[in-house]
């Protein structure tokens, strides 16, 4: 009886959490899956009507689907190998005992915690061709001006540049953290074993590190490659002539610009359905590795 009534208040205190994803995630999850199926567009703004697999179809027959597919990957991939490679670099050096720690952390800290459009505006002001930073700096070292908002993939380089200054701290914090709870013993009993510092980062810190690193990696991987504002600001929309693109600024055009809702609600549905892939990998992994 006592357990009953405890199941019954532990449900009431769930029920406005409930209540909440029901109306901010599962709703317009579904409403977006049966807009896939309609014709919604400017034209058929009042009266969409039902056109089956259609607007499906539209998306592979798309000119420039294929790219802008392995360009998404090619995004991702990039930015999450610096992300990983910088942040652990990063916590590596704070966890040593340097002079100006806590000061060199808040300044590492600071492009994370910085809102994503003002960073995003000011790396674009820094890639311009005559005033911009980045070009300043090159003449510097005798190199001609790179004219980075102009073409097809310097114009993606410049973004991904950003987002990698954007990104690599959240892994920072997330490695800093798990090397503050390796316990110092392993690291005695290796130097007393022998074990040279190349030796303990792959035997110790690495499979230690391992469980607080996957699923940050992960996050990254679909913050990464849902991330909006980076591409669309820097670029300027995907410019120059929509080539910049990758899947989600893409389908944010197709519904804002060109106002071709059904399409582009079919084109959310197929990224949901990569990253819902891409996370079914990763815990199929997993359990293969917990036998």
Not at 20 to 29: D, E, M, Q, R, S
Not at 105 to 126: E, F, H, K, N, V
Request: glycine content about 6%; hydrophobic content about 55%.
């Amino acid at each position: 009886m006592l357990e009953s009534r405890v199941n019954r208040l532990a449900l009431w205190f769930l029920a406005p959490t409930a209540v909440v994803l029901l109306l901010v995630v599962a709703y317009p999850f579904i409403y977006n899956v049966g807009m896939s199926f309609t014709n919604w567009n400017m034209y058929h703004f009042r009266d969409p009507s039902f056109n089956g697999l259609a607007n499906y179809v539209k998306l592979f027959q798309e000119p420039e689907f294929k790219n802008i597919f392995l360009r998404t990957f090619l995004w991702t991939g990039v930015n999450l190998v610096f992300h990983v490679t910088l942040g652990l670099g990063a916590a590596l050096l704070l966890n040593q005992r340097l002079p100006g720690r806590p000061l060199y952390r808040a300044l590492l800290i600071l492009p994370w915690a910085m809102p994503q459009y003002i960073s995003a505006l000011t790396w674009r002001g820094m890639f311009n061709l005559e005033y911009g930073a980045v070009n300043l700096l090159l003449a510097k070292f005798g190199i001609d001006a790179v004219p980075w908002l102009s073409g097809e993939w310097t114009a993606f380089a410049a973004a991904t540049l950003t987002n990698i200054w954007l990104g690599f701290p959240f892994i920072m914090v997330v490695a800093l953290g798990g090397l503050q709870s390796i316990p110092v013993e392993l690291y005695e009993a290796a130097r007393i074993d022998g074990a040279g510092p190349i030796r303990r980062f792959f035997s110790i810190t690495l499979p230690m590190l391992r469980p607080v690193l996957t699923p940050a990696i992960v996050l990254g991987t679909i913050w990464t490659f849902n991330n909006l504002n980076v591409i669309w600001l820097v670029t300027k929309q995907g410019e120059p002539a929509d080539k910049s693109h990758i899947l989600v600024t893409f389908v944010y055009k197709a519904a804002f610009t060109y106002y071709r809702y059904g399409y582009a609600a079919a084109f959310s549905v197929f990224i949901f359905l990569t990253l819902f892939g891409i996370v079914k990998i990763y815990q199929r992994s997993q359990a293969e590795e917990a036998f």
